[in-house]
């Protein structure tokens, strides 16, 4: 390990070396919050994505205004507050904004941290469990509620486990393909795209099982919607 590190350190001293010498200088500083040093740079020049690795998360930055547009190894919300009669938000019992999911995206895995980095762990309920049974049969009223509108053949039985259950810990970034299937023809319909472009995204977005054996194939969320954005921008 520690040759490498002296590798990488020197590669990178090279690196500012050569920089100096061609007259290359910064041109724009963007902050990345998170802990840790970075350990290595991807750049989608074509999506204009910076990829960002360090400590146990991946961001993602969009290089033409610095902004952090969420973390590839991090689940994260898609949503947005519950608009009253009145035209302002509604409030729950805590005085907190009440939040529904944007139909113009994909939605991740349901989160007991409300997908906190720090704070990642999975619900502490049993298959026996009353309040476990209540929590996921309100999910299936809330899944089927966003989706079958867009999907009329859809049914409780034909939900996908990860639709309504949480992950080990909580912040899981990827989706089921069935998942990502479903959701395809709400994206379709508020997008106005047609079902087979959708599909033909969520392909390109699927990662495959670990070692080419191990575990399902996922989709991840927040790169799926990032190249939804890119083909279909929201006026």
């Given at each position: 390990?520690i040759?490498?590190?002296?590798?990488?350190?020197?590669?990178?001293?090279?690196?500012?070396?050569w920089?100096g010498?061609?007259?290359y200088?910064?041109?724009?500083r963007?902050?990345?919050p998170g802990?840790?040093?970075?350990?290595?740079l991807?750049?989608?020049?074509?999506?204009h994505?910076l990829y960002?690795s360090?400590?146990t998360?991946v961001?993602v930055v969009d290089?033409?205004?610095?902004k952090?547009?969420g973390?590839?190894l991090i689940g994260q919300?898609?949503?947005?507050?519950?608009i009253?009669?009145?035209?302002?938000?509604v409030?729950?019992?805590?005085?907190e904004?009440?939040?529904v999911?944007?139909?113009r995206y994909?939605q991740?895995?349901?989160?007991?941290t409300?997908?906190?980095?720090?704070?990642t762990?999975?619900a502490?309920?049993?298959?026996?469990s009353?309040?476990?049974?209540?929590e996921v049969?309100?999910?299936?009223a809330?899944y089927l509620k966003?989706?079958k509108p867009?999907d009329?053949g859809l049914?409780?039985?034909?939900?996908?486990?990860?639709?309504v259950t949480?992950?080990?810990?909580?912040?899981?970034?990827e989706?089921?393909?069935?998942?990502?299937?479903i959701q395809?023809?709400?994206i379709a319909?508020?997008r106005?795209?047609?079902?087979a472009?959708v599909?033909?995204?969520?392909a390109?977005?699927?990662?495959?099982?670990?070692l080419?054996?191990?575990g399902?194939p996922?989709?991840?969320?927040?790169e799926?919607?990032?190249?939804l954005e890119?083909k279909?921008?929201?006026?």
């Amino acid at each position: 390990m520690i040759g490498i590190k002296s590798l990488l350190i020197g590669l990178f001293v090279t690196t500012l070396l050569w920089q100096g010498s061609t007259g290359y200088k910064v041109q724009t500083r963007y902050p990345v919050p998170g802990n840790g040093g970075f350990d290595y740079l991807t750049l989608d020049d074509t999506a204009h994505r910076l990829y960002i690795s360090h400590a146990t998360q991946v961001d993602v930055v969009d290089v033409d205004n610095g902004k952090v547009v969420g973390s590839k190894l991090i689940g994260q919300s898609f949503s947005h507050p519950l608009i009253g009669k009145n035209g302002k938000p509604v409030l729950d019992e805590e005085g907190e904004e009440v939040l529904v999911p944007d139909k113009r995206y994909f939605q991740p895995r349901p989160s007991a941290t409300e997908y906190s980095g720090d704070a990642t762990f999975f619900a502490n309920v049993g298959p026996n469990s009353v309040e476990g049974r209540e929590e996921v049969r309100e999910r299936i009223a809330a899944y089927l509620k966003l989706e079958k509108p867009f999907d009329q053949g859809l049914t409780k039985e034909g939900i996908p486990v990860d639709a309504v259950t949480n992950s080990a810990s909580g912040v899981d970034p990827e989706i089921s393909e069935a998942n990502a299937r479903i959701q395809a023809h709400r994206i379709a319909a508020v997008r106005g795209l047609p079902l087979a472009e959708v599909e033909s995204l969520i392909a390109a977005h699927t990662s495959g099982r670990g070692l080419g054996v191990f575990g399902e194939p996922g989709v991840n969320v927040l790169e799926l919607n990032i190249a939804l954005e890119e083909k279909a921008p929201l006026k």
